[in-house]
Each structure stands twice: as C-alpha cells, then as structure tokens.
C-alpha cells in the first residue's frame, strides 16, 4: 500500500481515523459545561473568582476551536502527532482552570480523566503514557498549588487533607485503570476488526479464483467459433495448394488450430460454473483444499470413510470458495506444526458430515487452547524457536479465519489435542498432536439422495 497511514492493518495509521470535526465537537462541549459551571459557582453559590482569568482560559479553547474550524476541512483526519497535540492543549486548559478554581477541591477535577481514556482507545500506547504522565504530574501540581475557593464573605472552601489525598488518589488510580480498560477493549475491537477484514479478503480472493474458471469457459465458448473458421480455411489451403512448402504451413495453422481448441476445451471443464464442479465427491473437495501443501515435505493421509449406521457411496458436497478456503487454512496449520504426518479424515451419515484433521506435532498449547480460533497476537518468539521453524509467523489469523468462513457454511469446529502433555514420548499414540473437527448438518453441506441421482441437465448459457 503506497500511503502506510491508510493501511487498515498498520497500528500507526489508527490516529487517522480520528476526524478533527469530532474532537471539536466534544471541545464545544467541554466549552459550554466551564460556561455553566463558573456562572453557577459565581451566582448560585457566591464565590469569589478570578472571572477575567478564568474565561480567559476558555477563550483559549475557543479560538484553538474557531482556528481549527475555519483552517482546516471539517472530514480532516488527524495524524497520530496533531490528536496528541490537541488532547495535550485540553489537559493544560483544563488544569489551568482547576487552578483558578480551588485546585482538587473542585469536584470537576474529575474531567481530567477523559483526554486520557480518548486516547488509549485511539492512540497507540507511548502517547497514552505520555499524556498520562502529563495529566498526573499537572494534576499532583494543582493539588499543591492553586487559587482557593473563597466566597465574597471571605470564607474558603476546602476539603479536609484526608478527602483531599483520597480524591488525588482516586483521580491517579482512575486515569490508570481506565486507561488500561479503554486500552483493552480498544484492542480488542481493532484486532477483531482486523481480522474480519482479513477474512472478507480472503474470502474474495478465493471467490476471484472460483469465477476465474467460468471466465475460461466464456473464453472457451467465444473462441470456439473463430478457431473453427481458421481450421475450416486452413483445410480448404492444404487441399488448393502446389506448394509443398505453403501446404505444410497450412498444415500446422490447422494443427496448431486444433491444439488451441483442445487447450480451451480443457480448461473450460474446469470452469467453476460447470454444474458438475458446483458439487463434487468429499474426497475431491478435501484433496483440493489440501493440495498446496501436498509438496511440503509432510505426508498427508486421506481417509473417506461412512460413520457407524452411513451409506457406503459418500456424499457430493458444495464446492463453496469459504469451504474449501477455511479447510486449507485448517490442513496449513497442521502443515506447519506436524513432525512429518498430517492426517484428514472425512465421514458421514445421513445427519452429518465430519471432517477431522490430526497431526503429530506437539498440540495445541494448553494456556491458548481455550481461545483457539479468536485473532490475537503470539507472544515473541525466541531465537531457538525462530530457527525451528522460520517460514511461520502466526498471528492466529488463519485459524480465525478458517474458522469464520466454516461457520458461515454452517459448521461446527472444535479443537483439542491428541495425547496427555505429561505423558512419555514412547507412551504417545500415532496421532498425538493437535486435534481440529468441522461438523456440518448433511443439509446444509450436501445433496439429499434424491439430488444425486438423476442427470444434473443442461448448464445454464454464458452470458457476456
């Protein structure tokens, strides 16, 4: 992607999704609620404030407000240094006017924690920590040193150390613990977010795949009557003409006429609009999903076999690009963290088809194995485990998005493992390692008996 900051999965871009007119906005609000507050705090409860002062500090956020409205387009998107900047400006705004007003014995002090949650939902986590920082020094600063509230009889009003110490403190823990919440969840909704991007783009690369083949059939149907012309001229010149050496030409424009047709008509079968590629037998559709990783230097094994009480013929199955996408991520995985067997098994009966994929690696890790199939970063790996196995670099997207696609075919997954962790290496069985299971309602994966047999008809004409 040429503009890094447009990259939905690039953290650093996550600042540009902040669009100016919001922030101002919220200032707008922020702005009215000092309004009412000084006027309050001057008619209703009589005190005694530095007015010219204090409205000039929420002139400031006015005129930074009107600058930013008349400068810049209201649909701006802010870079991750400009929402810093603002939110910065709030904080100092906001703390130089808890100092004209009493300092911590203003319950408004409170407010300081929302520039704060604003940015660990946004931001990435060093200016959460910056402006964190900046918020608790300034507000420690202002419990030590501010204007105290004084009413125009001369009375001030203040809190006793204690409260005082105890509102200081329940402001830091605050700006802590809902910083880390807003974090957390933020996190989790941009890698949820990222993933099922992730997903929708594999889902339509493997749909591209799927209606490549009904683009060779078109190209097929099209050049079938052109390649018939020359063919037909090509053969009225080998009959018309003396010389040898032009007849022979002829010859091979006829040959080379056939080759093209024969070529075209091969990779036409393979249309995916074909009726008899929209359904095909389990173990042609497992084989399919399998056969990237078929060369990978681990046997894979093949079962397709009926459950207890199943017919013996198996079923013809959907061939739907989310289907065979999710179980290739699946046998990947495997692939990937087998010793040297993988092993895919296929059953059915009448209710329900089952597909299972077993290696011989070390399972599933027990403290992740509850969160299997949710996107979420690995912890990093160290050298040793890098050099074992370089090529991979999990991020549990595959996982995730096998999982989503299967479920949208109405499957089932479930994971465990294969063998007891504290068991022996010699007391282990063959199929030791990481257990995956996709279950299917048979109607929602394959054609009733009725379907089956029977001629499938015409396919329906291309149309361009």
């Not at 299972?356 to 992740?368: K, T």
């Not at 479920?407 to 997954?413: P, T």
Request: aromatic share 6%; net charge negative; hydrophobic share 45%.
């Amino acid at each position: 992607m040429a503009d890094p900051t447009l990259d939905p999965f690039n953290p650093e871009a996550r600042g540009h999704w902040i669009r100016l007119r919001t922030l101002i906005v919220l200032r707008w609000i922020a702005i009215a609620g000092q309004l009412i507050a000084i006027t309050v705090a001057q008619t209703v409860f009589d005190l005694n404030l530095d007015l010219g002062l204090c409205y000039l500090a929420v002139g400031a956020s006015v005129v930074a407000n009107l600058i930013a409205i008349f400068i810049f387009p209201e649909n701006k998107r802010l870079t991750e240094s400009e929402v810093v900047s603002m939110l910065l400006f709030d904080i100092t705004q906001l703390s130089f006017l808890l100092f004209l007003t009493g300092g911590l014995h203003n319950p408004f002090a409170l407010l300081i924690l929302a520039p704060v949650t604003i940015s660990a939902s946004a931001l990435q986590l060093r200016s959460t920590i910056y402006l964190g920082t900046v918020a608790l020094v300034l507000i420690s600063l202002v419990g030590l040193y501010h204007i105290p509230l004084r009413t125009n009889d001369g009375f001030i009003m203040r809190m006793p150390q204690d409260f005082l110490f105890g509102f200081w403190l329940a402001i830091i823990i605050g700006l802590a613990f809902l910083a880390g919440y807003a974090r957390r969840v933020s996190i989790e909704i941009h890698a949820m977010s990222d993933a099922l991007l992730a997903t929708q783009m594999a889902l339509v690369r493997e749909q591209k795949l799927t209606d490549l083949g009904g683009v060779v059939a078109a190209a097929a149907h099209e050049l079938g009557t052109p390649l018939a012309t020359i063919k037909l001229v090509s053969s009225e010149l080998v009959s018309e003409l003396d010389d040898p050496d032009m007849v022979e030409d002829a010859r091979l424009i006829s040959e080379q006429a056939d080759r093209c047709r024969d070529i075209l008509r091969s990779m036409g079968r393979a249309g995916k609009d074909d009726k008899h590629l929209q359904r095909a037998p389990m173990d042609t559709v497992i084989r399919e999903a399998a056969e990237p990783h078929l060369g990978r230097g681990k046997e894979i094994r093949f079962d397709v076999s009926p459950l207890e009480g199943g017919e013996t013929q198996q079923p013809l199955i959907l061939r739907r690009p989310e289907i065979i996408h999710g179980l290739r991520n699946l046998i990947q995985n495997a692939v990937d963290f087998s010793r040297t067997t993988v092993w895919v098994d296929a059953h059915w009966n009448e209710n329900e088809v089952v597909i299972r994929i077993i290696d011989d690696g070390a399972g599933f890790p027990s403290h992740v194995i509850g969160r299997l199939g949710d996107p979420f970063l690995k912890r990093r790996k160290s050298e040793a485990e890098r050099a074992k196995r370089p090529e991979y670099e999990g991020m549990g997207l595959g996982l995730f998005i096998a999982k989503t696609l299967l479920e949208r075919s109405g499957a089932r997954l479930a994971f465990s493992n294969g063998s007891d962790p504290f068991l022996r290496r010699e007391e282990t069985l063959e199929r030791n390692g990481a257990i995956i299971e996709v279950f299917w309602p048979r109607d929602r994966i394959s054609q009733t008996q009725s379907e089956t047999i029977g001629a499938l008809g015409e396919n329906e004409p291309i149309r361009v």
